[in-house]
C-alpha cells in the first residue's frame, strides 16, 4: 500500500492533493451537517466562489443532497468516507507523521487526524470521531472510565453510541466542576457518555478549586468516597490537554496566581497539575478527584489534544510517561516536529 501511495505521489502528485481536499470537503460536512455554502466556506478556510464548483461536482456524483437547511452527506456519500477511511493516513501522510510523534514523544500510539484544530472547528469533532473509536474498541466489560471534562473530551461523547459492551461499564468524572458552562464539565460529559452507550455513570458533586480545610470535610462524605473509590480502580482514563495558562484563566486564578505560573515556565495542564517544558510539575491544585499517580496505574490513558497552539502542551504532558494513546492533529503534530526534528 505504501508503495502504491508513494507511485501516486511521484506520477499523479496533483490528483493525490486534489483527492486530500475533496475528503476533507467531505468529512467537514459530515461534522457540520446541515450546512450552508457561506458556513462551509468560513469553517474549511476557503471563498464561497471556489466551494461553488466543488459542490456541484459532490453533488452531481450523489454525494450530497443540497436543500435550503443546507448541505448533507447522502448514504452513497457517507460509504464513500467508510471506505476510504483505512486508506487516509497512508495516502496523506499521517501515518508518517503519527510515527515520528511517536518516536519523538515515547508514546505506544499517536493516531494523526487531518486538518488544524486551531484554524477549522470541525477537526476537534474528527478528534472526538477517531478518540470514540479507539474508546469502543478497547473498553471491557466491568471496565470503570475516568473522564475529565473540556471541549477535546465533549467531542468524543458526541461520536459514542449504545453497544452490550457498555452495559457493564461506569463513567464517572476524573474531578469536581470547573467555572465553565456546564456541558463542558466533568460530571455532564460522564452522564451523556452513559446515556448514549448504556453505561452507569456516577457524579461528583465538589468545586474544581478547594480550600484545604474544606478538601479534608469533603472528602469524608459517603458518596465523595464512593467515587474516589471508584477512581482507584479506573482501567481507562480519557483526557484533555490544556495550555497551562488558558486553563489558569479558565479557573480564576487571580493575577497573581497567573504571574506565578508564567515564571515558572509552566506550558500544560492535566488533572489539576501544572508541569514546565521539562514535564517537570510546577503546581498541583488542591481538588478532589483522580491523582497523577492514580493515573499511570490505569492500563489505558486516552489523551486528545488538537491544533498547533497545543504543541508544546502535548510535549510537556508526554513525559509523565502515562499515555498509552495520543489522538492529535497534523497543525500539532507539524507544529511540534518542525521544532524538535
Not at 483527492?19 to 457540520?32: A, F
Not at 501515518?95 to 486538518?115: N, Y
Amino acid at each position: 500500500m505504501r508503495r502504491l501511495v508513494e507511485l501516486q505521489q511521484k506520477l499523479l502528485p496533483d490528483l493525490v492533493q486534489v483527492l486530500r481536499e475533496r475528503y476533507m470537503l467531505l468529512r467537514s460536512i459530515d461534522h457540520l451537517q446541515p450546512i450552508g455554502r457561506r458556513g462551509l466556506a468560513q469553517a474549511i478556510g476557503t471563498t464561497e466562489r471556489i466551494l461553488r464548483a466543488e459542490v456541484e461536482l459532490l453533488k452531481d456524483s450523489g454525494l450530497l443532497h443540497v436543500t435550503a437547511a443546507g448541505m448533507n452527506l447522502t448514504a452513497e456519500g457517507l460509504q464513500v468516507l467508510d471506505e476510504m477511511e483505512p486508506l487516509v493516513g497512508e495516502l496523506f501522510g499521517l501515518t508518517d507523521l503519527a510515527e515520528k510523534m511517536q518516536s519523538l514523544l515515547g508514546i505506544p500510539e499517536v493516531i494523526v487526524v487531518q486538518g488544524n484544530a486551531d484554524q477549522s472547528p470541525w477537526v476537534k469533532e474528527e478528534l472526538g470521531r477517531v478518540a470514540a473509536r479507539v474508546l469502543k474498541q478497547t473498553v471491557q466489560e466491568g471496565d470503570i472510565v475516568a473522564v475529565t471534562g473540556g471541549t477535546s473530551v465533549a467531542s468524543l461523547a458526541h461520536h459514542l453510541s449504545a453497544s452490550s459492551v457498555f452495559r457493564s461499564v461506569k463513567f464517572v468524572p476524573a474531578r469536581g466542576g470547573l467555572s465553565e458552562q456546564a456541558e463542558l464539565q466533568a460530571n455532564t460529559l460522564a452522564s451523556e457518555m452513559a446515556a448514549k452507550t448504556g453505561a452507569s455513570y456516577r457524579l461528583l458533586h465538589v468545586p474544581d478549586r478547594l480550600q484545604p480545610e474544606a478538601l479534608q470535610t469533603l472528602r469524608k462524605e459517603p458518596q465523595v468516597q464512593e467515587v474516589l473509590e471508584l477512581l482507584r480502580e479506573t482501567r481507562i482514563v480519557l483526557h484533555g490537554i490544556g495550555d497551562a495558562i488558558s486553563m489558569a484563566k479558565r479557573r480564576n486564578h487571580s493575577e497573581a496566581e497567573l504571574a506565578s505560573l508564567q515564571e515558572a515556565g509552566a506550558v500544560s495542564e492535566a488533572f489539576g497539575y501544572y508541569f514546565n517544558e521539562a514535564g517537570e510539575t510546577v503546581y498541583h491544585m488542591p481538588t478532589i478527584g483522580l491523582q497523577l499517580d492514580e493515573v499511570k496505574k490505569a492500563q489505558k490513558v486516552l489523551s486528545i489534544a488538537g491544533g498547533e497552539s497545543k504543541a508544546k502542551a502535548i510535549l510537556s504532558f508526554a513525559k509523565q510517561s502515562c499515555q498509552n494513546v495520543l489522538v492529535t492533529d497534523e497543525g500539532a503534530a507539524r507544529s511540534l516536529l518542525s521544532t524538535r526534528l
